[in-house]
């Protein structure tokens, strides 16, 4: 017969808590999100609401600077989100979610807000953007199965159709984006469509 003391049940307690969180986070299939005021982006000054869940998932490359720790990457996100309300002349950043070469994952616009990405498909995609430039090298492992997951966890979400359909910006606008490297990368993920 096993005898337990407080101790022990305090820590049986902190164990079931701490894999109870962990098996949701597996049972939602969702990483790690930075929302924006974690990594320190600009409130929108507009918002159109989007109705989920969207037919589209639109991947993107920055075109900019590729980055590779966490600090580098929101450094790189806040300027892209400068850019496009300063630049642009926008809400906010185009993209609803941006990802870092160290697998870090940006709260753009998110998952229910129209976004300015893909002329024709904001009302009815996700936009994700990968910062960095892929014309003649590929996202990182981390960045890609970053941008992996949060399609899927937005699927099991009900944000995005289960029968999504995956596109690269230059399959709906004349543009190079996301890069000559990339873009064949991209053709290779699951329900892609040109
Ligand atoms: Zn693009």
Redesign the pocket.
């Known amino acids: 017969m096993c005898i337990r003391l407080p101790i022990n049940r305090m820590r049986e307690k902190q164990l079931e808590q701490l894999l109870g969180g962990m098996f949701l986070s597996l049972s939602t299939g969702c990483p790690t999100i930075l929302t924006k005021s974690q990594w320190g982006g600009r409130a929108a000054t507009c918002r159109t609401a989007m109705a989920t869940p969207v037919t589209y998932v ?1 991947i ?2 920055t075109a900019g600077s590729s980055c590779s720790s966490q600090s580098t990457c929101i450094t790189q996100t806040k300027s892209v989100q400068n850019y496009h309300m300063d630049g642009n002349g926008w809400c906010d950043v185009g993209y609803s979610f941006l990802v870092g070469g160290d697998g870090s994952i940006f709260e753009g616009r998110g998952w229910t807000s129209v976004g300015a ?2 002329p024709n498909y904001n009302s009815n995609s996700i936009g994700i ?1 990968l910062i960095g430039t892929f014309t003649s090298s590929n996202p990182t492992t981390a960045a890609q199965n970053a941008a992996k997951n949060l399609i899927a966890c937005g699927v099991t979400r009900g944000y995005i159709k289960s029968a999504y359909i995956l596109k690269g ?1 230059r399959n709906v ?1 004349a ?1 190079e ?2 890069g000559n490297t990339f873009y064949n990368t991209v053709k290779t993920w699951p329900r892609f469509q040109a």
Request: with cysteine; proline share 9%; aromatic share 0%.
């Open positions: 639109v993107h490359h990405h893909a953007n910006h606008t543009t984006c996301p």
